[in-house]
């Protein structure tokens, strides 16, 4: 039988998660969202936008739950995920989630960092199955632009 998370392709594997790619989230500085060199694109880092605002604001152990920032997390992965579509023009082209740079704008006392970036790779995996297993940085910092509590890129292989 057939895993769910190997079952059609990738934007068909989203929608059966109930989810689906936004607009490419325009840039908020001088940069692009996705760069293409030879086989990899490297995604700028993606904010927790929807319909250009941020979702949420804040520090995360402070005004942002754990919870709530791992939700942000997804939500900056599918605008990366709409970034490298842009570019590449389909989904099923990638070949393997390279690594995931996650960073979390955190209280001083919070430390579960790789817990709020696991959303952006629970969602690669159940997205892209094997190839959507990746390394990984999930990085605390003061504060990102705009007072965003997660900022999620993406290095992605495509055929």
């Known amino acids: 039988m057939t895993s769910p998370r190997t079952t059609g392709g990738p934007e068909e594997r989203l929608a059966a998660l109930g989810r689906t790619l936004p607009g490419v989230a325009a840039p908020v500085a001088a940069y692009v969202p996705a760069v293409r060199t030879g086989n990899l694109v490297y995604t700028s880092g993606q904010l927790p936008m929807v319909d250009g605002s941020l979702a949420a604001t804040g520090k995360v152990g402070a005004e942002v739950s754990p919870e709530d920032a791992k939700e942000l997390a997804v939500t900056c992965t ?17 070949r393997r989630v390279v690594k995931v740079v996650g960073f979390v704008a955190s209280s001083p006392d919070f430390s579960g960092q790789p817990g709020v970036v696991n959303g952006a790779s629970e969602l690669l995996g159940e997205v892209f199955g094997a190839a959507g297993v990746h390394a990984r940085s999930a990085v605390g910092v003061a504060v990102l632009p705009l007072d965003a509590p997660v900022e999620i890129e993406l290095v992605v292989e495509v055929s």
């Open 78 to 94: 599918l605008n990366a995920l709409a970034a490298l579509k842009a570019e590449i023009g389909d989904l099923a082209d990638v």
